[in-house]
């Protein structure tokens, strides 16, 4: 399994950005796909995860009703629809992939830098 983030950069506070993760080598529809992010000088944190076959999403607080996770079956891509941004967002977001009957996160993705600006 593969997993390739994109789409970070720098936004405004109250702007948008839209991360992608384009996956790769499996169906993943026995899959629960994850979004973590680590702020600088913080540990990694989950924010939100899919569950590949049908779409369901689970989100932290932090992030509710301002982020939007969904996917694309066709492309095998994931997205991270994130509005409203905050300067407290700006970390490096990672995308992440386990099997659903597997506790922990396996499969990891480059991270890709968003900062939100003040």
């Known amino acids: 399994v593969q997993l390739q983030a994109s789409g970070g950069g720098l936004v405004p506070a109250g702007g948008s950005l839209r991360l992608s993760c384009a996956a790769s080598g499996s169906t993943f529809t026995s899959y629960v796909m994850g979004w973590f992010r680590q702020a600088p000088g913080k540990e990694r944190e989950f924010i939100a995860s899919?569950?590949?076959?049908?779409?369901?999403?689970h989100y932290v607080d932090s992030v509710k009703e301002r982020f939007t996770v969904s996917r694309d079956t066709a492309k095998k891509t994931m997205y991270l629809q994130m509005n409203n941004l905050k300067p407290e967002d700006t970390a490096v977001y990672y995308c992440?992939?386990?099997?659903?009957?597997?506790?922990?996160?396996?499969?990891w993705g480059q991270g890709t830098l968003v900062t939100v600006s003040s």
């Open positions: 992440a992939a386990r099997i659903r009957t597997v506790p922990d996160f396996g499969f």
């Open positions: 899919l569950l590949w076959s049908n779409g369901n999403t």
